[in-house]
């Protein structure tokens, strides 16, 4: 007999949601997204990957605001999601600092390859959808 005064062992007793078809279908969406964008291709010779976003982000007035709106689909995959607001505000901040970066000339482009702001998204994304 235990001495637990909640009974037998409670921790068997927690429900570990599994997520819902909704979800997965989200995180494959996103997971997508984000590979694009940050880790589609790699630096010959080396193991550092690169998506789209920094090639964007080189051309002239929009590259930067089109790689922000790509970037932005992941946000609105969390809001439709529920995600909670300081997550949500989080994921936003990301991609606020991948746009500042980005628009400094010649050092944009770089910190482009190394801010990777869908791939933290993708992250926050999972770590709520898991922590249910």
């Given at each position: 007999m235990t001495d637990d005064p909640?009974?037998?062992d409670r921790a068997s007793e927690i429900a570990v949601e599994t997520p819902t078809d909704r979800e997965r279908g989200a995180l494959r969406?996103?997971?997508?997204?984000?590979n694009l964008m940050d880790e589609?291709?790699?630096i010959p010779g080396t193991?550092?990957?690169?998506?789209?976003d920094p090639v964007i982000s080189v051309l002239p007035i929009g590259g930067d605001a089109v790689a922000a709106a790509i970037s932005a689909y992941v946000l609105v995959e969390a809001v439709?999601?529920?995600?909670?607001?300081?997550?949500?505000?989080?994921?936003?901040?990301?991609?606020?600092?991948?746009?500042?970066?980005g628009l400094l000339p010649v050092v944009g482009?770089?910190?482009?390859?190394?801010?990777?702001?869908n791939e933290r998204n993708v992250a926050?994304?999972?770590?709520?959808?898991?922590?249910?």
């Open positions: 909640d009974g037998p969406r996103v997971r997508w997204v984000s589609a291709f790699r193991k550092r990957h690169f998506g789209l439709l999601l529920g995600v909670p607001k300081r997550v949500l505000a989080t994921m936003a901040l990301n991609i606020a600092i991948d746009v500042l970066g482009t770089v910190f482009d390859l190394f801010w990777k702001a926050l994304l999972e770590r709520h959808i898991g922590a249910r």
